[in-house]
């Protein structure tokens, strides 16, 4: 018995020592791997600081020397494009400063021309459309055309045309009802929450962000929240755009886009086979409804990406709402008023939203420059940005006094032009959802304010990312049922 106890003893001895020889190996291995991954940040870093101090040294060279013409003014500084993400007001300066055209050295190493003036703008884009190109990510590999918004000109008229003809404002009106009850349902999950800054901020944006991708579900592709397909739908746009924007293209993008198209064809399929009577209004029931119209790949992937692309952007907006209402309590008052009258609040909650829109969220028309050009006298290299400023256009107090104020009425007193107003852009790109946007914002106005009382429990200062300024991250309402 000793002996075979000793042998047992020797036995586990040496599995001990194998397996601290195996864990040794294996940490040397991670810690080969981690040092390998970090020396390969590194150099991709030091590469891209490097990429982009050479092109700031060229721009600088070609200023000292113009042999094409001079750049617009304004700085190349680093310190310039720092300021911008801590000063919101920063561009309105330049402006005041250098007039309304001028120039940022940008983050990603690109020169930024800025435009300040709508119709000033739209002339130039007009004139320079040959040289210029909208870019907002490539969705080629899931969709052929690409997005309305970056399609080509030879293909983009037609499929404009089958969206617009599917988005009129009937639908919008027809789906009013489902509207408000996704608001309502979302609102009142938030009124029921409990307490903490923190975790009320964070319910704050979920519930946003749940009542924006519910509203472009139903009036998009006809799926209700209550549908058996939903949380299917609902995951899949999670994993889509999983960090709250829309994410570049990769393999879990390409995954939960398959997964949402199997649920978009599905729906088109029971609509034209005749069994799908119970779907409600929608975009897609109205083009699946038309045997003639071909439901392509370009067709369902830029019906999949008005969701993903309009969700976030309607977060934001209604986030924007709740910001503005609650620093301006005489207006609800004055919204709860007029909404007490039959048909009195609707022109001007949705008032309330075309002011959110001035003063926020509408912040730019983006191009680049495809071809070097000259612009009013400034040369502009290829490569350049060209932006539209419409935030800092839209405060011209010749088109609107007090340009800072937060006064919706002015939206009732007179109507304005696209050289005036044009939170949804200008041109053929021009953003067909404008009435959705408008009427579910005014929808939501209406229920925030009719059905609730809140107080701000916590805020900060404003941030910038990943494409527009946002309020604080920290903002947050303590929500309640008005008696």
């Known amino acids: 018995m000793k002996s075979g106890g000793v042998r047992l003893a020797a036995a586990d001895t040496d599995r001990l020592r194998s397996s601290r020889r195996t864990l040794v190996d294996k940490l040397r291995t991670a810690d080969a791997h981690k040092i390998r991954q970090w020396a390969r940040d590194r150099l991709r870093d030091a590469g891209t600081r490097a990429a982009w101090h050479a092109a700031r040294l060229r721009l600088l060279a070609y200023e000292a020397l113009p042999l094409r013409g001079r750049l617009p003014p304004g700085s190349l500084a680093i310190t310039a494009t720092r300021q911008f993400f801590r000063d919101d007001r920063l561009q309105l300066k330049l402006f005041a400063q250098h007039g309304p055209i001028f120039k940022l050295f940008w983050t990603s190493g690109d020169l930024k021309i800025c435009i300040v003036g709508l119709q000033y703008a739209r002339e130039l884009l007009n004139r320079h459309r040959s040289c210029l190109r909208v870019v907002a990510g490539d969705l080629t590999s899931l969709v052929p055309g690409d997005y309305l918004r970056v399609m080509s000109p030879e293909i983009h008229p037609r499929y404009r045309g089958v969206f617009v003809g599917a988005l009129r404002s009937d639908l919008i009106a027809g789906q009013e009802a489902q509207v ?258 408008l009427r579910a914002g005014a929808v939501f106005v209406e229920e925030l304010a009719t059905r609730y009382d809140w107080t701000v429990v916590s805020d900060g200062p404003r941030v910038f990312g990943p494409f527009h300024w946002k309020p604080s991250a920290s903002f947050a309402i303590d929500l309640r049922r008005r008696a």
Request: charged fraction near 25%; proline fraction near 6%.
């Open 180 to 437: 408000r009850r996704i608001v309502r349902t979302e609102l009142d999950a938030l009124a029921a929450a409990g307490d903490g800054q923190e975790a009320l901020a964070k319910r704050l944006h979920d519930a946003l962000d749940r009542i924006s991708i519910r509203v472009l579900s139903l009036i998009v592709l006809g799926i209700e929240p209550d549908a058996a397909a939903f949380p299917a739908l609902e995951a899949g746009y999670r994993r889509l755009g999983p960090d709250g924007h829309v994410a570049p293209i990769g393999p879990e993008q390409r995954a939960a886009y398959h997964a949402i198209r199997a649920v978009v064809l599905q729906r088109v399929a029971a609509v034209r086979q005749g069994d799908g009577a119970e779907y409600g209004d929608s975009v897609l029931r109205r083009l699946a409804r038309n045997s003639a119209q071909e439901i392509d790949e370009t067709i369902v992937g830029n019906a999949i990406y008005m969701v993903e692309r309009g969700r976030h952007d309607v977060r934001d907006l209604l986030r924007w709402v709740v910001k503005h209402l609650s620093d301006h309590p005489a207006f609800v008052a004055e919204l709860r008023s007029a909404c007490a009258t039959p048909g009195g609040g609707g022109p001007l909650s949705e008032a309330c939203v075309q002011e959110t829109l001035r003063l926020e969220q509408a912040e730019l028309l983006l191009r680049k420059a495809i071809a070097p050009f000259t612009l009013e006298g400034y040369y502009i290299p290829e490569g350049s940005w060209v932006c539209a400023l419409l935030r800092e256009s839209h405060r011209d107090p010749a088109c609107f006094p007090e340009p800072d104020r937060y006064r919706p009425q002015r939206f009732l007193e007179r109507t304005y032009t696209l050289n005036e107003y044009a939170p949804f852009g200008f041109g053929e790109h021009q953003c067909i959802g404008r009435t959705l946007n």
